[in-house]
T-cell receptor, first 116, second 117 residues
């Protein structure tokens, strides 16, 4: 089945630094990838939609300058948390879909970010 | 805007028994997809079952089945013969059928299911 690889699975960084999270579709081409954020015991909140070769579409309330998304190829999207602060600590999950309209989304394993 | 509501924050079921998780949604669309995802402690999102809105027949996947009531905008999940491995957070989700940005999933708030041995 379709596999989405997300890396790293966990990361600890100091306040003020930036961290990059990668999301790769391993066996299919993903023209669209989605980035979600999940706080403990809460639901997944969509942050942005990443479109290959174009600018990402951000959900209302998400700072595009803080959460930089790049989708440079059909198999890779990256989320960079810039100038991270402790309140950015969260679980980030990416998902991707292949070209078939009826296919479900495939999720990465998530990245736990801790900002100290 | 589309919304998904799960009114049961937590549920508990005895092993081998049956449990039903509720989900309602709001949309003005006539064609869409509905999903149930399971998130165990590993936090990996696992697709449990899906339903296309144009299909009248309720979807089933082994011990998992749904009761899809389109007019009532209700989409409940029934787990039969519950197993310890079914313990997880369950999310109901809504998705447009079209491609691109509108293909995003909108999740409910989740129901934490505990399975008692």
């Amino acid at each position: 089945g379709a596999v989405v690889s997300q890396h790293p699975s966990w990361v600890i960084c100091k306040s003020g630094t930036s961290v990059k999270i990668e999301c790769r579709s391993l066996d299919f081409q993903a023209t669209t990838m989605f980035w979600y954020r999940q706080f403990p015991k809460q639901s997944l909140m969509l942050m942005a939609t990443s479109n290959e070769g174009s600018k990402a579409t951000y959900e209302q309330g998400v700072e595009k300058d803080k959460f930089l998304i790049n989708h440079a190829s059909l198999t890779l999207s990256t989320l960079t948390v810039t100038s991270a602060h402790p309140e950015d600590s969260s679980f980030y999950i990416c998902s991707a879909r292949d070209s078939l309209g009826s296919s479900p989304l495939h999720f990465g394993n998530g990245t736990r970010l801790t900002v100290t | 805007a589309q919304t998904v509501t799960q009114s049961q924050p937590e549920m508990s079921v005895q092993e081998a028994e049956t449990v039903t998780l509720s989900c309602t949604y709001d949309t003005s669309e006539s064609d869409y997809y509905l999903f149930w995802y399971k998130q165990p402690p590993s936090r990996q999102m696992i697709l449990v079952i899906r339903q296309e809105a144009y299909k009248q027949q309720n979807a089933t996947e082994n011990r998992f089945s749904v009761n899809f009531q389109k007019a009532a905008k209700s989409f409940s999940l029934k787990i039969s013969d519950s197993q310890l491995g079914d313990a997880a957070m369950y999310f109901c989700a809504y998705r447009f059928p079209y491609g691109g940005a509108t293909n995003k999933l909108i999740f409910g708030t989740g129901t934490l299911l505990a399975v008692q041995p």
